[in-house]
């Protein structure tokens, strides 16, 4: 079985590293044309969690999209804003049995991968690792949570392989039915630590420390489950904000995606997470104030990212 990953940033290179690792035929795809050519020098360096010793992996890297050609499974781990660009480049490449499965942060990128690849040949996940960015070839786990996955179209015995290959990796996982329970679920964990560490500063287990930041993870989250419970979805825990304070205590090292984003001036996915709680609020007619205050808070630090980045 062959496993392309897209998007070998922090989280990527973490299961890509970790399947190979344990035996699976793993290609790592990233436009970072720097981290490409560390990994493929000297492989990929995991800083263990807890231990903080380094486990070098040796899995082949490319920034070239044909070299994913006849995987079985491509698992996309990209920024939100590039889900669409990269289903459209690989669609075409992959072969006729080819799986996409997304494990992304916020809401739509499953039904990018479904446009591009069919209901019969995508699928979502969401997970409760963590991951930091060091920097070219290196990276640090920084949280251990469990993976949950689902076909578009129900089909689960499609994804059995994978399954059985992320269990075998050490990463406890589970087939689920519903794509956007999941999706949502995760949405909720999302919204209520990934901006609040942005414009902080803090890793998330930290944004635990203060009652400023718990309540306001209180808020976040209180929100965003009005706004699910409105559109008539099921979360897989029975008390979200308890949930978001255990992953944030499970992934208390961890610098938040958004945070990373942050740290290297980049666009951050706050349309996909906070902000798409306050377009899916206002199509509901329901008042979210704190994630708008969020959302624009954090769009205003990207177009200063920006016309930094542009000086």
Not at 28 to 53: K, M, P, Q, S, W
Not at 119 to 129: D, P
Not at 131 to 144: E, K, S
Not at 159 to 170: D, H, N, Q, V, W
């Amino acid at each position: 079985m062959k496993i392309g990953v897209i998007g070998a940033g922090a989280m990527g290179s973490l299961y890509g590293g970790r399947l190979a690792q344990a035996g699976e035929e793993v290609v790592l795809y990233d436009i970072a044309r720097a981290h490409v050519e560390a990994v493929n020098a000297a492989g990929l360096a995991i800083e263990e969690l807890g231990t903080g010793a380094v486990t070098t992996v040796r899995v082949p890297a490319t920034t070239e999209p044909r070299d994913l050609a006849g995987a079985d499974f491509l698992m996309v781990f990209v920024k939100s804003g590039a889900t669409a660009a990269v289903a459209g480049l690989f669609a075409p490449l992959a072969k006729g049995s080819a799986i996409a499965v997304t494990l992304q942060n916020g809401l739509g990128n499953e039904q990018l991968l479904r446009r591009a690849f069919g209901a019969g040949r995508a699928a979502a996940g969401v997970t409760s690792q963590g991951a930091t960015f060091l920097g070219p070839g290196r990276i640090r786990h920084a949280g251990v949570g469990p993976t949950h996955l689902a076909m578009c179209d129900r089909s689960n015995e499609k994804l059995a392989p994978l399954a059985e290959a992320l269990s075998r990796a050490g990463f406890e996982t589970h087939l689920e039915r519903s794509v956007e329970n999941l999706v949502w679920s995760k949405l909720v964990i999302n919204v209520g630590i990934n901006a609040l560490t942005a414009l902080t500063g803090l890793p998330n287990g930290r944004l635990l420390e203060f009652p400023q930041t718990r309540a306001l993870m209180a808020d976040l989250v209180a929100e965003a489950v009005r706004v699910a419970q409105a559109r008539g979805i099921t979360l897989t825990y029975p008390e979200p904000l308890a949930m978001v304070y255990t992953v944030a205590e499970k992934t208390g090292r961890n610098r938040s995606s958004m945070l990373q984003d942050f740290d290297r001036l980049a666009p951050s996915e706050i349309d996909a997470i906070n902000g798409a709680i306050l377009r899916e609020a206002e199509a509901l007619g329901i008042e979210v104030p704190v994630n708008r205050a969020i959302t624009r808070l954090i769009q205003a630090l990207d177009a200063v990212h920006a016309e930094a980045k542009r000086a």
